[in-house]
């Protein structure tokens, strides 16, 4: 799970968000320019991370109005220990990056195999950040605790 936080790190900090179109760039090309939307971003993540082993799949989600689609990577983190893997996360973040990871949101996949992190080149600050996507109004919190999409549209296993 530390690639996928140093993977994440590289892409967050060091792309440049601009309108591209419908074409998504090769990750190659992405390499080159680092420089795209949501989904040139997230196709390059999402490449890397296949790239060292890990599995991905895209979320795709719309914003309270159902005006504005945005998509995104999660990295499957196969620990089941919830506690321990974000424990380890925060410290890297702190340590390595210099950066605080508050508080740490996943999707469980089952609670003995393992669980999903997002990893929003775009809105995340760190891997499991939901920040910027609940002040966005594409997460929310529920009143029982927890979270969910506001407007998911889809879930792509790759």
Partial sequence: MVEACALHFFVESGSSYSLSGPDVPSPGE????LDGDCQDQSVLLGSLYQSVGL??????????????????????????DTELVCSVLRKFYRQELGRDADE???????????????????????????????????????S????????????QER
Wanted: aromatic residues 16%; proline residues 6%; hydrophobic residues 40%.
């Fill in 30 to 33: 992405m390499m080159d320019r």
């Fill in 104 to 142: 740490i949101f996943f999707e469980e996949e089952s609670a003995e195999t393992g669980f999903w992190l997002v990893a929003d080149p775009e809105f995340s600050y760190y891997v499991g950040d939901l920040q910027d996507l609940k002040m966005d109004g594409y997460a929310r919190d529920l």
């Fill in 55 to 80: 599995d991905v799949r895209f979320v795709v989600v719309r914003d309270p109005l159902g005006e504005n689609q945005h998509v995104f990577p999660e990295v499957y983190c196969p620990v089941p």
């Fill in 144 to 155: 029982g605790g927890g979270w969910e999409w506001t407007n998911l549209v889809e879930v």
